[in-house]
């Protein structure tokens, strides 16, 4: 039996950063849902760097952290945030010699945050990167050990799609044997018109087009 693996993006490539954003922004800020846009870039984490939805969150509203987490769990709705195409082909490849692993760049509350709302995504490992997808994983695809649990050994698997809606994360890794990286150019999305990449990519607009 062929064994495929899939790396695949979180945001805006299985999860719907901008319909979630808009959900945050009328909580936090119903006056003005644009406030909470244009004030993401403040709050980066000095620590980390990543960007922290709970310091923006208490800065707007004066609330403890705990007082956030019940704002955000009460006005939230209880919904699927992942694209309407993901569930089903999610549910078509969680079989026998396929593995899925979901690799992001960002921090914890705020990825932790939007994983809690795509529930077609359970049970799928889900890893936190701070550094570029493509240089970590141009270097692990060549015989490093992948740090994200999918007991990755070269020649383990033999096809390795990497998708993302961005075609820098994807640069460099063509070349690998056996790769594939699939650019996901969603009709109307934030990077779908990036200028074309130099690298050989498989070129879709949603997961039905995806084997």
Not at 120 to 143: F, M, Q, R, T, Y
Not at 178 to 200: F, I, M, Q
Request: glycine share 8%; aromatic share 10%; hydrophobic share 30%.
């Amino acid at each position: 039996m062929s064994k495929r693996l899939y790396l695949l993006d979180f945001d805006r490539t299985l999860f719907d950063t901008t319909k979630f954003q808009e959900v945050i922004g009328r909580i936090l800020s119903p006056e003005d849902p644009q406030a909470f846009h244009r004030d993401i870039p403040k709050y980066s984490d000095e620590r980390t760097g990543y960007y922290s939805v709970m310091k923006q969150a208490q800065t707007m509203t004066g609330l403890s952290r705990d007082q956030t987490l019940a704002l955000f769990a009460k006005h939230i709705p209880d919904e699927e945030y992942c694209y309407t195409d993901v569930p089903r082909w999610i549910k078509d490849h969680k079989k026998p010699g396929v593995a899925l692993a979901i690799i992001t760049v960002g921090g914890p509350d705020y990825q932790g945050l939007k994983f809690e709302h795509a529930p077609c995504l359970n049970g799928i490992p889900k890893h936190l990167i701070k550094d570029s997808k493509s240089g970590l994983l141009a270097a692990e695809l060549k015989g490093q050990s992948l740090p994200y649990h999918v007991s990755y050994v070269p020649g383990s698997f033999d096809e390795i799609y990497l998708v993302d809606d961005r075609r820098d994360h994807l640069d460099g890794l063509g070349h690998l044997p056996g790769v594939t990286p699939v650019h996901l150019a969603r009709p109307g999305g934030k990077y779908s018109t990036d200028p074309a990449s130099n690298e050989t990519m498989h070129e879709i607009k949603d997961f039905g087009e995806l084997a």
